[in-house]
C-alpha cells in the first residue's frame, strides 16, 4: 500500500516558506480534501485516510510522522534525527490493566487508564530519549524528539481496541465508539 503526505504552505512548487508568512496555497488544501474524501470511500472502513497526511505550518524537523522533513538550513546546519514510534500497544495494555483493576464508575476507570498510560509511556519513553541524547552528542547532531502519539494501526490492534476495552468496561456489553466515554479518553490520549 502507498502512504503519501502533503504540505498545504509553500511556493508553487511545495517548498516550505517561511511560517510567519502563512501562505496556504488554497488550491492543494481543495485537491487534498477531494483526497481525502475518495480515500475515505476507498476501503469500507474509511481506513485509506491513515495513509495520507495533510499538513500545513509544520516547520522542518518536527518529529510528527509522517509530516516531518528536512530543510538543509537547519539550526547549527548540523545532522538531525527524531524517533517516530507506533505505540498504541502501550496504551491497550494500560487500558487492559486499569479494567481489570479498577470500579465500574468512569472517574475510577478513566483516573487509572491515565496513571496507568503515563506510566507506561515513562517507563519506554524515558531510556529511548536517554539514549537518543547520548547518541546526539557522541556524533554532534541534533535530536528533535521523538513523535509517541497513538497511532491507529493499520495492521493488528491499535488504538481503537484500546478504546473498545474501556468502553466495554464500562457499559458491560459490546460497544461502540462514540458512546459514554468517548470524548474523555479521546482526551486523555491526545
Request: net charge negative; charged share 20%.
Amino acid at each position: 500500500a502507498l502512504s503519501a503526505s502533503a504540505s498545504l504552505n509553500g511556493d508553487e512548487h511545495g517548498a516550505a516558506t517561511d511560517l510567519t508568512e502563512s501562505r496556504l496555497r488554497w488550491h492543494a488544501a481543495l485537491e487534498a480534501a477531494e483526497a481525502v474524501r475518495t480515500l475515505s470511500r476507498a476501503e469500507p472502513d474509511g481506513g485509506g485516510n491513515f495513509r495520507l497526511c495533510v499538513t500545513a505550518n509544520v516547520k522542518s524537523g518536527t518529529p510528527f510522522f509522517p509530516a516531518s522533513y528536512f530543510e538543509a538550513a537547519a539550526p547549527a546546519n548540523r545532522p538531525s534525527f527524531a524517533i517516530g514510534l507506533e505505540t498504541s500497544d502501550l496504551l491497550i495494555q494500560a487500558f487492559e490493566e486499569a479494567c481489570q483493576e479498577a470500579s465500574e464508575d468512569l472517574d475510577s476507570v478513566l483516573r487509572l487508564c491515565e496513571a496507568k498510560l503515563v506510566a507506561a509511556y515513562a517507563q519506554v519513553m524515558r531510556p529511548l530519549h536517554e539514549t537518543c541524547m547520548r547518541l546526539a552528542a557522541d556524533f554532534g547532531a541534533e535530536f528533535t524528539g521523538i513523535d509517541a502519539s497513538m497511532n491507529p494501526s493499520l495492521a493488528g490492534k491499535g488504538i481503537g481496541h484500546g478504546f473498545k476495552v474501556v468502553l466495554e468496561k464500562l457499559a458491560g456489553t459490546p460497544s461502540m465508539f462514540g458512546q459514554t466515554g468517548t470524548l474523555a479518553l479521546s482526551y486523555l490520549v491526545t
